[in-house]
T-cell receptor, first 111, second 115 residues
Framework: TQLLEQSPQFLSIQEGENLTVYCNSS?????LQWYRQEPGEGPVLLVT???GGEVKKLKRLTFQFGDARKDSSLHITAAQPGDTGLYLC???????????WGAGTKLIIKP | AAGVIQSPRHLIKEKRETATLKCYPI?????VYWYQQGPGQDPQFLIS???????DKGSIPDRFSAQQFSDYHSELNMSSLELGDSALYFC??????????????FGPGTRLTVT
């Protein structure tokens, strides 16, 4: 079974600090998606990365796909309390309809 | 923009009862996915449908069944409910083959409580 290891599982930092969340796998993904989920709500798609080495920016969020398409990172600059939430990465193997999910990173930004 | 619609949002059932969850995908999306998410867990894939045919099957119990209808909405039927079935159930939809990958858009979920 292909695994997607996400780290850290929990992160609590002060407003204004920077942080990085990592998703790593030993296998190759055709694409990787990042989601943000609020308690009791459905995951909201933030971005999809497809090409090895690809970098996408969404305001203060920067997403990167590894050159070998086995890993990805999410970097948040100058974190705000509104960034608080659960961040999930999910990889698409391309061979079936299932996504391989990371365990999630629970992020708390303290004012 | 239109999003995935799920109904009901909350459902309380007793053990051994049945439940039906409904999902209305984003217009023009042809693929529907069902997920189960327990507290503190990532979504567990149950089943998916593409163009009204089952496309993939995950950890869906035999007590559950699902189908996608001609208007692309989908229903998840759950019978002989057990306490362990209490969870958030999400539906997601995508447009197959967009750019060679499928972006899944999730609905708000149905919270099922089995007592």
């Amino acid at each position: 079974t292909q695994l997607l290891e996400q780290s850290p599982q929990f992160l609590s930092i002060q407003e204004g600090e920077n942080l990085t969340v990592y998703c790593n796998s030993s296998s190759v993904f055709s694409s990787l998606q990042w989601y943000r989920q609020e308690p009791g709500e459905g995951p909201v798609l933030l971005v999809t990365v497809v090409t090895g080495g690809e970098v996408k920016k969404l305001k203060r969020l920067t997403f990167q796909f590894g050159d070998a398409r086995k890993d990805s990172s999410l970097h948040i600059t100058a974190a705000q309390p509104g960034d608080t939430g659960l961040y999930l990465c999910a990889g698409d193997e391309g061979s079936n309809y299932q996504l391989i999910w990371g365990a999630g990173t629970k992020l708390i930004i303290k004012p | 923009a239109a999003g995935v619609i799920q109904s009901p949002r909350h459902l309380i059932k007793e053990k051994r009862e049945t439940a039906t969850l409904k999902c209305y995908p984003i217009p023009r999306h042809d693929t529907v996915y069902w997920y189960q998410q327990g507290p503190g867990q990532d979504p567990q894939f149950l089943i998916s449908f593409y163009e009204k045919m089952q496309s993939d099957k995950g950890s869906i119990p035999d007590r559950f069944s699902a189908q996608q209808f001609s208007d692309y909405h989908s229903e998840l039927n759950m019978s002989s409910l057990e306490l362990g079935d209490s969870a958030l159930y999400f539906c997601a939809s995508s447009l197959e083959g967009t750019g060679g990958f499928d972006e899944q858009y999730f609905g708000p979920g149905t919270r099922l409580t089995v007592t």
